[in-house]
């Protein structure tokens, strides 16, 4: 096991680097922070050099990417160009992303399994039906059309929420949030436990279990939903991270001042330090997720077992 | 409760010391096709300490009968008609409450594949310790000691350290026995064992049937042993029931049966297995035809369209009436007594060596 997660540590340095490098070229190719900065005005030609030689822009790229791996190793993600640290953005910022995907993969795993289990018990019934009608809907609609669509209704016109979250964004602030964020994913979760809960209950050891006497709600929670549930642990282990850095629709709509808001506000000013910053930490949070779910999977299937 | 007034109200039909009793059993499935017949008027009783075999190809409703005596069947889409008395209580309108204290208790079931039988995901050890709590009320300490008791005894070594493994630990022998050990955890009286060697190769299968047989020594269980290997049957089985589509063909003690068979379907089995000392260029006889559709099976006996002796049954009985199943030692043909000990020595016994 530990040889596993050592070779796995290994394993992400090549994928870091390869999506950092290919973040920092896509950014930095986008345009000219320097004229970026100066807005409409045109920029006094030695200002302009001047800034350019501070942060390295005068350098080849790759060399760029050196200094800016060598001041990210040292805690220096930069500065963003209206002066504050992209440290001090980041401090701001994860916090609040992360309580708003904290209550969007709760309501993901209560919501989501709960009607996939009951779904899948009930295959074939109305109930079951509707609900894989209701989730394909669910699916095709896109976040901001949703978003909005839940915002003007229960924000707006109902009056039962507040429209848009406060920068303090307590939890009960994110709960309208949080639904719009989870929702696709809900949707595929509920799907996925519906297959997998209606694949099993077929399954010999179910059999099993009902012709050793225990009775059927025993057999469910102890046998067929252990069973059933590892790939939808996967799943919304891999969600996590798309969860962190797909929020920004969500954090648009409802005025959110999380992580995908800061990305959003610095690529629109092509304020580079910001955007790459921000994406090597959402890398690092999908890559340690994805280890997580895969140590999980050893502890879930004893059959597999890293060596 | 309900076992003592049950047991006054339908007594057994032949007689006190049948432990399980099946009379008329029917069961169908609605399946979108239509509905399926899997069982259609099928008796049979077998008694304390006796071993049955029920034989019969793939489809021909002995898997669903067994399912059916322990209410494994799907309630929803499965009609039962007819009767299961176990011990003096009527099982087929028995609530599930009253079944779950039945199953793994009274009567157990070994199933024919042990991988996908047990579960992946838990111990050896805590699968079988979980029938021992839910019956005995017994603590995880208890169980753990009684499983590792019933491991030893159906011959795993070491079970103290095998009772923390995990079924793909165990080779498929092991799991075969892992899976014998679990139904016998709570002392059953009845055992209804489902193709329990099919999955194993043929040394491992004699250790199971010693095993087996061994047991039954000990516990005086009843065992219904399902299967389609004759040769396991005759070592195993007191009584055999031959079935085909459903239906009970020939009953007999399992030296009547395979001795002097009585029903074409029988001997068509019979010719079709290969033997040890048998000369081999000669061929094989197997039955002509498919397993009929129980979607919409033949009228009259349903083995007559595959039958070669039907030209010798006067007019179209065999495709009309249907032959009954007396008691005792019988099969349902409509051929005469004489016929049949004609064509079983004249045809039949020759090609059997």
């Known amino acids: 096991m530990g040889r596993y997660v050592v070779r796995r540590l290994l394993q992400m340095i090549p994928v870091f680097i390869g999506t950092t490098l290919l973040i920092f070229l896509m950014v930095y190719a986008l345009g000219d922070p320097v004229a970026a900065l100066f807005g409409d005005k045109a920029p006094d030609p030695a200002t302009a050099a001047r800034i350019r030689e501070d942060l390295?822009?005068?350098?080849?790229?790759?060399?760029?990417?050196?200094?800016?791996?060598?001041?990210i190793f040292r805690g220096d993600f930069g500065t963003a160009f209206n002066g504050q640290r992209v440290t001090e953005l980041m401090a701001t910022a994860f916090p609040v992303t992360l309580r708003l995907t904290l209550v969007a993969v709760v309501i993901e795993i209560v919501v989501g399994i709960t009607l996939g289990v009951v779904s899948g018990l009930k295959r074939g019934?109305?109930?079951?039906?509707g609900l894989l009608v209701v989730t394909l809907v669910v699916i095709s609609v896109p976040t901001f059309v949703s978003g909005y669509l839940l915002q003007?209704?229960?924000?707006?016109?109902?009056?039962?929420?507040?429209?848009?979250?406060s920068s303090d964004a307590r939890l009960d602030e994110l709960i309208l949030p949080g639904v719009v964020l989870a929702l696709v994913s809900l949707a595929y979760v509920t799907r996925l436990s519906r297959t997998s809960i209606a694949e099993n209950t077929r399954a010999d050891y179910v059999r099993t279990a009902i012709a050793k006497g225990l009775p059927r709600h025993r057999v469910i929670t102890r046998h067929l939903l252990r069973n059933s549930l590892i790939p939808v642990v996967t799943f919304i282990g891999a969600d996590v991270g798309a969860l962190m850095g797909g929020a920004i629709v969500t954090e648009r709509i409802f005025n959110i001042h999380g992580v995908g808001y800061q990305l959003y506000q610095g690529i629109l000013r092509n304020n580079s330090p910001t955007v790459v910053g921000f994406v090597t930490i959402l890398v690092i949070v999908f890559l340690v997720a994805n280890l997580l779910v895969d140590l999980l999977y050893a502890v879930?299937?004893?059959?597999i077992r890293y060596a | 409760m309900t076992t003592l007034t049950k047991t006054e109200d339908k007594p057994a039909p032949t007689g006190p010391e049948a432990f399980l009793s099946v009379r008329d059993l029917r069961v169908a499935f609605s399946t979108e096709d239509g509905v399926v017949r899997a069982v259609d008027g099928?008796?049979?009783?077998?008694?304390r300490g006796k071993t049955l075999g029920i034989v019969g190809e793939s489809g021909s409703?002995?898997?669903v009968t067994n399912l059916t005596v322990l209410g494994l069947h799907n309630r929803k889409t499965t009609d039962i008609q007819g009767e299961i008395i176990l011990d003096g209580q009527e099982l087929t309108t028995a609530s599930e409450k009253e079944m779950e204290k039945i199953r793994g208790n009274k009567a157990a079931m070994i199933f024919q594949d042990p991988l996908t039988a047990l579960s992946p995901y838990y111990t050896v050890g805590r699968q079988l310790s979980e029938p021992?709590?839910?019956h005995r009320g017994a603590s995880k300490k208890e169980a753990k000691d009684r499983a590792i008791e019933m491991l030893a005894k159906v011959g795993i070594p070491q079970p103290q350290t095998r009772f923390d493994d995990y079924p793909h630990q165990f080779s498929g022998g092991m799991r075969q026995r892992a899976m014998i050990a679990m139904s016998l955890m709570c002392d059953p009286e009845l055992l209804i064992a489902d193709e329990p060697t099919t999955a194993l190769d043929v040394t491992v299968q004699a250790q199971i049937l010693d095993l087996l047989r061994d047991l039954q020594q000990e516990f005086g269980s009843a065992i219904i042993f399902i299967t389609h290997d004759l040769g396991v049957i005759a070592n195993m089985a007191d009584d055999l029931l031959v079935m085909y589509a459903g239906r009970a063909v020939e009953r007999g003690s399992v030296r009547e049966v395979l001795s002097e068979p009585k029903h074409p379907y029988t001997w068509g089995l019979l010719s079709s297995m290969p033997r040890l000392g048998g000369d081999t260029s000669e061929a094989l006889v197997p039955i002509p035809g498919t397993p009929p559709s129980l979607l919409n099976p033949p009228t009259g006996c349903r083995f007559h369209p595959r039958c070669r002796f039907r030209d010798e049954v006067p007019g179209d009985l065999c495709s009309t009436e249907r032959p009954l199943?007396?008691?005792?030692?019988?099969?349902a043909c409509h051929l005469t007594g004489e016929q049949k000990q004609s064509i079983f020595i004249d045809q039949i016994k020759p090609r059997l060596g």
């Open chain 1, 125 to 129: 019934r109305p109930l079951d039906t």
């Open chain 2, 61 to 63: 409703g002995k898997s």
């Open chain 1, 152 to 165: 003007f209704l229960l924000g707006v016109k109902w009056g039962w929420v507040s429209p848009s979250v």
């Open chain 2, 325 to 331: 199943l007396a008691d005792g030692r019988a099969a």
């Open chain 2, 42 to 47: 099928l008796s049979f009783d077998i008694e």
């Open chain 1, 300 to 303: 879930l299937d004893p059959r």
């Open chain 1, 56 to 71: 390295h822009l005068d350098e080849p790229l790759w060399k760029q990417y050196l200094l800016y791996m060598g001041a």
């Open chain 2, 132 to 134: 021992f709590m839910k």
